[in-house]
């Protein structure tokens, strides 16, 4: 049988009530916590909300983070609700509403601006308001983190403000008014490349230390991003963090004097979360069809469609599976595991090895943590929504 965080898959799965379910183990998200404070000593954490909003998970790494960073009004209840100090709250993403704008300001989260048109519509607010809105310019950069290596060249975006017309707008904020909290400078995502992030890094520090000399004024916070990558697919080696940490050290003990005085801080999302989270889901059919075995599950791509290879990948490549109740049995079939949505679409395993396995057996999807539940389908076909529980939080 599977254990999770000291638990029986199956004991799990009672206790929760029913199949589909969400197993999240804190223990492996407060140990991720623990190996970037230890990789990172002088650089603020942030947690990217949108990865997984799972209550008891949110207010566990809230307690343990810097700082939460939001991508809508929704979020920022969900944040605060966390008891997350609102200075300590950051709202990027782009098409923010003028009650979004006007709720964050209120409330006293900095808003990450998108673009001039949002900047103009938040002082107005501000002014309406009588605050001085807290902002930070979130710039887009000339360049991205790529798989192997920066591509350099960011080019047009709908995140962020070209970075040659910053300084102005940045100029701008700070004689309206407005308590102006620094750079959010976002180049990219999914990295395992340790390189590839330490040269983005670099880049990073020097563009907000450029940017900085033409306002003319040092920025209270430089957020680097984020982009630290988990390994989901076979071949795939974890990232070395502790060697962008300490290159990023090196980066910033060089770095220009306007940034000085300036804090630094780094948004994650799925490398806190991913390996917490085991998608368990029961297999209610068997069946055969022209010599190819279909295990079909009652879960599916509604609430894992990531797994399914439908969120972000160009061909489908299997998360790791098992079935929890043989997790220590021989493979000795290939299946493929299905989802219980009438699409093609709905797979969660191609072509396995698994032991044989039977009608109400469970099948665990790992690495389902980060933009699992959040970022899926849910109501696509109207199944029951999935449950979810935390296990592990004691530390
Ligand atoms: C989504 C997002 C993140 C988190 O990305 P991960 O790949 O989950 O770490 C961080 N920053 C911004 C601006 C984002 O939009």
Not at 3 to 16: C, K, T, Y
Not at 46 to 51: E, M, N
Not at 356 to 379: C, K
Request: hydrophobic residues 45%.
């Amino acid at each position: 049988m599977l254990i999770i965080g000291g638990r029986r898959a199956d004991a799990l799965v009672v206790e929760a009530g029913d199949t589909p379910l969400f197993v999240y183990d804190l223990a492996t998200i407060a140990a991720q916590v623990r190996r970037f404070r230890a990789a990172f000593p002088a650089i603020g954490l942030h947690y990217a909300v949108k990865a997984n909003t799972y209550r008891e998970l949110l207010d566990f790494i809230a307690r343990k983070v810097d700082g939460l960073d939001v991508a809508s009004a929704g979020e920022m209840e969900q944040a605060i609700a966390a008891s997350t100090a609102p200075s300590h709250i950051s709202f990027a993403g782009p098409g923010k509403r003028d009650d979004e704008l006007a709720a964050a300001i209120r409330a006293g989260v900095t808003l990450n601006l998108e673009s001039e048109g949002e900047a103009e519509r938040a002082l107005a607010i501000g002014r309406d308001a009588a605050v001085a809105p807290r902002l930070a310019v979130r710039v887009n950069p000339d360049f991205e983190i790529k798989g192997s290596g920066m591509r350099m060249g960011g080019g047009a975006k709908p995140f962020g403000v070209d970075a040659a017309r910053v300084p102005e707008l940045v100029r701008h904020l700070i004689a309206s008014g407005a308590e102006w909290r620094g750079f959010h400078i976002f180049a990219g995502s999914q990295a395992l490349d340790a390189e590839a992030l330490i040269e983005a890094q670099h880049a990073t520090v020097a563009l907000a230390a450029s940017l900085a000399e033409a306002v003319g004024t040092a920025p209270p916070l430089v957020n680097l991003g984020g982009g630290f990558g988990i390994p989901y697919f076979h071949g795939e080696r974890s990232l070395d963090v502790e060697r962008v940490g300490a290159a990023l050290a090196e980066t910033l003990a060089g770095r220009a004097a306007i940034l000085r005085d300036s804090g630094f801080a780094i948004e994650l999302g799925r490398w806190l979360v991913a390996e917490s989270g085991v998608y368990l889901t029961r297999i209610v059919d068997r069946k055969v069809s022209h010599g190819r075995t279909f295990l079909v599950t009652d879960g599916g791509m509604h609430h894992q469609l990531a797994a399914s290879g439908n969120f972000g990948q160009v061909v489908r490549r299997n998360y790791p599976v098992a079935i929890a109740n043989r997790f220590g049995a021989e493979p000795d079939e290939e299946v493929s595991i299905v989802g219980c949505l009438c699409t093609p679409l709905d797979r969660l395993g191609d072509d396995i090895m698994t032991p044989r396995a039977e009608v109400g057996d469970l099948v665990a999807v790992f690495l389902a943590g980060a933009y699992g539940l959040s970022a899926s389908p849910q109501a696509f076909l109207g199944h029951p929504r999935a449950l979810e529980m935390a296990v592990g939080g004691a530390n």
